[in-house]
Every structure is written in structure tokens, then in C-alpha cells.
Nanobody, 128 residues
């Protein structure tokens, strides 16, 4: 079975950079969709950015130009590069994967289904 492990969460200053990793263990057949979500205290989980097996990507407006997602197929790792971090980027970050194409127009990229696999959270805190 596929498992995901998210890591890289840390404290970062406003305007700084951070890279999160999502390591995939097990085989993830194509097509697949992988994405990063985040959750702030007391708020619902929010999609951030997604990438599919063709390396097509999409992100929410608030991170456009600051966050990028990439995959290292050889290492089975998905990365989230966070640049120019803002206070509103703080929260628990989760990665998720689904053996299906991304539903690009959906608020969850189509990943809120029982067959999706989720990581544990990795915490990003932002200080002034």
C-alpha cells in the first residue's frame, strides 16, 4: 500500500523560504494526482497546490508566484518550495495522493475521497 510521509516543517521568518517534502513509499500507478493541503487552527483544510504524473501543476491564487511544486520521480518525493513566506502561510501542511488524474477545477483537486492517501501533518510556523 502507498504511504506518504511529509517533512520539512519548521519555523521561518516572514519573507523567508522553506521546502517541504512528501516521500512516497510503495508504487503509485499512473495516472496520479498529488497535492499539498494546509490547515490552520480551527479552520477547514485548504488546498494549496497540486501536480499530476504529467507534471501539470495548479495552485491557489494566494501562493501563486511564491510556491512551486515538483516531483523527483527517481526518489519518489514531491516537494513544496515556499518562497516569500507570509504569516498566513502558517499551519499544518499535508500531502495527499490519488490514483487518478487531478480534478483541476475542484476545491480539493478530487482528493477528498476514501481511496486517497494522506500524510501526517508537518507544521510551518511563521515569525515576523
Amino acid at each position: 500500500a502507498v504511504q506518504l510521509v511529509a517533512s520539512g516543517g519548521d519555523s521561518v521568518q516572514t519573507g523567508g523560504s522553506l521546502r517541504l517534502s512528501c516521500e512516497v513509499s510503495g508504487y503509485l500507478p499512473r495516472p496520479f494526482c498529488m497535492a499539498w493541503f494546509r490547515q490552520f487552527d480551527g479552520k477547514s483544510r485548504e488546498r494549496v497546490i497540486a501536480i499530476d504524473n504529467n507534471d501539470r501543476t495548479s495552485q491557489i491564487l494566494s501562493v501563486k508566484g511564491r510556491f512551486t511544486v515538483s516531483r523527483d520521480g527517481a526518489k519518489n518525493i514531491m516537494y513544496l518550495q515556499m518562497n516569500n513566506v507570509k504569516s498566513e502561510d502558517a499551519g499544518q501542511y499535508f500531502c495527499a495522493a490519488l490514483v487518478s488524474g487531478c480534478t483541476w477545477g475542484a476545491s480539493d483537486y478530487g482528493l477528498s475521497v476514501p481511496s486517497a492517501v494522506w500524510s501526517q501533518g508537518t507544521l510551518v510556523t511563521v515569525s515576523a
